[in-house]
Every structure is written in structure tokens, then in C-alpha cells.
């Protein structure tokens, strides 16, 4: 049994409480990683939409197998954006799908020169938000390699992982070290709760390196209706997913970007031995929501292509993927 | 309102009545052509199993859309082959699948000297049972292009198209001349029942072509839970068929089977003025039956390979629906 830890921001170091972060999207990603921090001591304010009653009610529940059972109680929780107070962190853990209607949120909710950390999957998404964010922020993207998912309004949890893998894409920082020095502040945050983190020189490359799993995992889930324990149990699943990786890993370097040798066996390696897990795109599916296909499947598949590189498995299980999504809603 | 036909096959010719046909496999292929030859006046035998009972009692039915509601009654019906007569023909509209315990059956069944026509799909049938057939029998294949499914026992839903292409595969007919004139037999005997047929010259060649269709329809029809009219309305799954039926013909090519030009082009026109149709492996799929996955994909895939090319969205495909089938037991 698990003891219930109480989580409260109070009796944290002053200089930990000086950096306030605001998390968008309290979802599975959002709400593990600001229980986190918060439990370690930063300022961490949330914003929620449907969830707000419940979590300003009980509280936000992590229930993991790492850390134990967590309840952070009370929450600084909003519904309103204007009512946060200026962040110097914000990390927007929602999907993809809903980052245009964020921009204003996230402009007005981050402080001058403040960082804004998407920690989503697949290629592009910060290209799509910068145009739209002022110029005075730092855009950071981060690969979260972790199994959490949210069980009930305010509850989320987490069965293994959660490493972060942070780089940095756009903003006021121009030169080499400058970036460096807040992608080593971002990493830091995390240490800081307790969570692995790694500064990666070039954030597409990681986000390539991401996809080695996004794409087969993801996706399968949704077309064979699979978690990752059955998924690798059956030869012609685990043939396939190999089969899909490779093509990331051949996507990636069309594009430029080698990735570490043996990198996708690692991960091959790493999924065997985690828990059984739903992918987030499955729960997407089960509730009716959009999928993330942009991202993950059809912006690589378009980055490859301008490479003269083509991706016929990819290109397959996205076409069967939106014809699913468009018929799921 | 179509009129109920009552089909007997007294009055009919006596050069018809003397060819005896037995159909192995009275389900949705066999009953439609077995009705439709006894209509025509041929004698002929049906073999069946679970639905003895029903088709002895009520007859066979087929509702069909293009040749009225046909009602055989009384159907010439056995469970046990070793009651039938010996027949000139066999139609076997049975899954591969069952084949290898077909075999004893069929051969116990047919006259010597008679032609046994394996009306199903894919690639490697009658290499399999071949050798469990006796040296003096005619083997044959018939690829049918026809929308029918079995809606209640002895009931069959003929909804449209219904040619045969026929080919020699092997037997007592060794030179072409010979093996010309047992196809035109089975052609003349086809037409004879008011269905369209046409002897091809090389029967590997009439099943790779037969395969442009079932790879993408089949496969697809149960990987998305599509019939024909949602998956050819989708802008992702149509450009996901024609990509197939791309593979497909690229493997035929390889395997030295150069299919007719726009051939794939026009079997999407034909399917996207079809009714709506769901393809047999979704009914297999719906039932829990094993899929015709040896046939259709693992051998094309196979044969394919042999000639060192790769049909890697084919392959995707058919890992894919072997997962399926696995779970689906």
C-alpha cells in the first residue's frame, strides 16, 4: 500500500518559490508534471477547463507507481486565463490539435521574456505556435517519455517513466549559449522535481527520435484497438512495429538528422519491459476527440517526402488513421 | 416487388440434366452458382453442413437484385459426400482455409475424369491441394466477380456483377489445345446459366488480377469496419486502395504477370458503382471465422519476395489482419 502523500508548495525554498510556472492543459502530461514541480517547491498555478470543479474540490490526485500516491491540496486552479498572474514558466502539456486556440492564452498568461515549454509529440508544432506568440518569449519543445494517463476529473496516473527531453526553438536567446543556458534552466526545473531530463542540442532531432515510438505505438493502438503488452506479444504486431521504426529512423535522416545507432531497438527493448499501456492517442479515440495525426503522421511523412524520401507503412497506417478519426467524432 | 422464381430442374434439356454438378461449400458462392445452374437446368448435388436441415426443408433462395428472388425447392441436399452421386463438376465455394480436409471429399466425390473448380481467392490454392487429388482429375480455378453473402441459412443476397474467370491449373490435359477445351467447357457451362465467363489463358495470371481487388477490399473492409461505399467515399482510403492495388500489380509484374493497362483504375471505377457491399473476410472477421490471410496476402507477399520485391504497404496490411485474426478466435 501506498502512503497518500500531502503535496503543498509551502516550506519550499524561497529561490524554488520565486519561479512561478503556469501549466495549460492539465491533462495526464500537465498534471503529473506540475504535481511534480509543485511538490518540489515551485509556485505552479493550473489552468483547467472541465476538470476545475472537481480539482478545486479534491485537490489533483497523482496515484504513481514510482513516486506513490500524491494529492496536492489546495490547488491554485483557473478557468481564466486573465486571472493567472504572469508566469515565468509555462508548460502547455494539451494536444496538439487545440494549440491555435491557445496562442492568445499562452501570450497573455506568460511573462516578458518568459518560456513557454510545449511538451507535445510530433514535428511542427512550434512552427505553427511562433508566428503567433510575441517575440519576447523563449519557445522550448519537450519529449515526455512517460506512461501516465488521467483515470477521473483530477486524477492521473502514472505507471512508469518521465523523462523529459528538452531543446530549444525560437525566441530571444540568438547564439548557441544563450539557448543552451535555458535549455539548462528548463532541465534544471526538472532535476529539481525529482525527474530525469536531458538538454538535446537540436529539438527536431529529438522530436524525430520521439516519433521512433509515437508512430508505431500511437497509432497501432487506435487501428488494432491494442495496448503495448498484446502489441508485443503477437510476432506480426511486434514485426510491424519494427518495420514502422525503421522508417522513422530512415524519415529522420533524410531530413538530416541521424539518430544514435541502435536507438530504436532501445526503445523496442525499453516498451517490452514497461507496464501495459494505452498510448494518449487511444484514450483520444475512446472519447471521440480529435486524433493527433498532424504532428505524428502527416508532417513527417510531408518532411520526408520534400527529402525524396517515401514511407510507405507510415503513409499507410496515417491514411487508415484518418479515415478512423473522421469517422470517430 | 421481383416474383418469387420457383427453379426445378425437370423440363430442362437433356444434355444438361446429364452433367452432374456437386457444389462443395454451399454458402454464399456456392449457393448462388448452384442455384443459378440447377435454374438453368443442370443436376445439380449440394453438399452441406449446419444448414442441412433449413436448405432441406425451405430450399434455397437467393434474393437477387439483378436476376429476381430465385427459390430452388427441392434442393438435391447431403451431409455426407459419400451419398452424392459421382459428379462431372465440383464447384468448391468453401474458404481455403478448409481446403486440406476437403481434399478426401472431393476426390471420393468426382467422377473420374471430372473437373473440379476451385471458385476462391488467392494465390497457392490449388498448388496446395493438388497433390491430395488423384492424377486423373481436371483442376481448375474460377476467380468470381460477383457481390453476394449468405444473409440466413439458405438464403443468399445477390446484390451484383457475377462473372467467372476460369483458368487450367493441372490434370490429364497436357497439352494447351486440351486444357483450352476443358476451360471452354466450364465457360460454356457458366454462360449456359446466363452468367458471364471467359477462359483465361493462365490462370496465376487471372489470380493475381482477381487479387487487385480482394487485397485492398478485403483486408481494409475489416482492418477500418468499412464497406465498400464509406471506404470509396474517404479521401484517405481511396488514395490508401489505389496504393495497394499499385502493389499488387507491381508484384504480379514481378512474378512475370503483366496485368491489362488501367486495369486497377478500372476495377476502382467498377467497385465505386457497386452497392454497398461488405466483402467476405468481414463476415469471417464478424463471425469469429479464421480470415483467408494464407491466400490472399502471405503468399502473394511470399511470391512477391521470391522475385526480391517488396510490398511493404501490403505487408503492413497483412500484419496488421493477422493480429486481428489472432484476437478474433
Known amino acids: 500500500m501506498k502512503t497518500d502523500q500531502k503535496v503543498t508548495s509551502r516550506g519550499a525554498g524561497m529561490e524554488r518559490a520565486q519561479q512561478r510556472i503556469g501549466i495549460i492543459g ?21 489552468l483547467l477547463r472541465s476538470e476545475f470543479a472537481a480539482v478545486s474540490e479534491q485537490g489533483l490526485h497523482i ?23 504572469p508566469c515565468d514558466w509555462l508548460l502547455v502539456g494539451a494536444k496538439t490539435t487545440s494549440n491555435p486556440a491557445l496562442a492568445p492564452l499562452i501570450s497573455r498568461t506568460c511573462a516578458a521574456g518568459g518560456k513557454v515549454v510545449l ?12 508566428p503567433r506568440l510575441p ?7 519537450g519529449l515526455c517519455f512517460v506512461c501516465v494517463n488521467r483515470t477521473a476529473p483530477g486524477v492521473v496516473r502514472h505507471q512508469a517513466l518521465g523523462a523529459v527531453n528538452l531543446g530549444y526553438h525560437s525566441g530571444p536567446a540568438q547564439d548557441a549559449l544563450a539557448r543552451q543556458a535555458i535549455v539548462e534552466s528548463a532541465v534544471a526545473l526538472f532535476h529539481a522535481a525529482g525527474i530525469e531530463s536531458q538538454a538535446m542540442l537540436n529539438l527536431a532531432q529529438a522530436r524525430w527520435q ?40 530512415e524519415g529522420a535522416r533524410a531530413c538530416g ?5 541502435g536507438y530504436a531497438e532501445d526503445l523496442f527493448a525499453i516498451t517490452e519491459k514497461m507496464p ?25 511523412l510531408a518532411q520526408a517526402r520534400q527529402a525524396d524520401c517515401r514511407l510507405p507503412r507510415i503513409e499507410a497506417l496515417y491514411q487508415s488513421l484518418a479515415f478512423i478519426d473522421r469517422h470517430n467524432r
Open 26 to 46: 492539465t491533462g495526464a502530461i500537465g498534471g503529473f508534471y506540475g504535481v511534480m514541480l509543485a511538490r518540489a517547491g515551485f509556485d505552479v498555478h493550473f
Open 135 to 141: 517575440g519576447n518569449l523563449h519557445l522550448l519543445g
Open 63 to 85: 496515484d504513481s507507481d514510482v513516486h506513490g500516491a500524491l494529492h496536492l491540496q489546495p490547488v491554485q486552479a483557473y478557468t481564466d486565463a486573465a486571472q493567472m498572474p
Open 276 to 300: 501495459d499501456y494505452w498510448p494518449s492517442m487511444y484514450h483520444d479515440y475512446a472519447q471521440g476527440r480529435p486524433l493527433e495525426l498532424a504532428a505524428i503522421y502527416a508532417e513527417p
Open 257 to 261: 538528422h541521424v539518430l544514435p545507432v
Open 119 to 130: 511538451l507535445q509529440n510530433g514535428l511542427g508544432v512550434e512552427e505553427a505556435l511562433r
Open 210 to 249: 520521439k516519433l521512433v515510438w509515437n508512430v508505431p505505438y500511437n497509432g497501432l493502438s487506435v487501428l488494432l484497438k491494442a495496448s503495448t503488452t498484446p502489441l508485443m506479444a503477437d510476432a506480426s504486431s511486434r514485426a510491424l512495429i519494427q518495420a514502422l521504426m525503421c522508417e522513422v529512423v
